[in-house]
């Protein structure tokens, strides 16, 4: 089995930083994507950040200039850097990783049980 461990939530006011971390563990012979996810109250989860494990990355419009992934393959870690939060990025934040087991034959969607990240104004 797969499990992802996020950790680096809680309450900031807006204009600060938090950093969120994400790591994977289990019978893991290689992850190919790893992304967040954010999902507020009332609304559909939607991609935050993605990382490829050749180190390509995509942000939704909302948090680019803002958020910085990285990844550190070695570790089967990921990291989000949030900057300059805003209220509206209050959500739960989930780590997802596209991985293949040792003997496994496909890349499958694990995910994270998330973190709370709440910005007040």
């Known amino acids: 089995q797969v499990q992802l461990d996020e950790s680096g939530g809680g309450l900031v006011q807006a204009g600060g930083s938090l950093r969120l971390s994400c790591a994977a563990s289990g019978s893991i012979f290689s992850i190919s994507e790893m992304g967040w996810y954010r999902q507020a109250p009332g609304r559909q989860r939607e991609l935050v950040a993605s990382?490829?494990?050749?180190?390509?990355?995509n942000y939704a419009d909302s948090v680019k200039g803002r958020f910085t992934i990285s990844r550190d393959n070695t570790m089967n870690t990921m990291y989000l850097q949030m900057n300059s939060l805003k209220p509206e990025d209050t959500a739960v934040y989930y780590c997802?990783?596209?991985?293949?087991?040792?003997?496994?034959?496909?890349?499958?969607?694990?995910w994270g049980r998330g973190t709370q990240v709440t910005v007040s104004s």
């Open positions: 990382n490829t494990r050749g180190g390509s990355t």
């Open positions: 997802n990783a596209v991985v293949l087991m040792y003997g496994g034959r496909n890349y499958n969607d694990y």
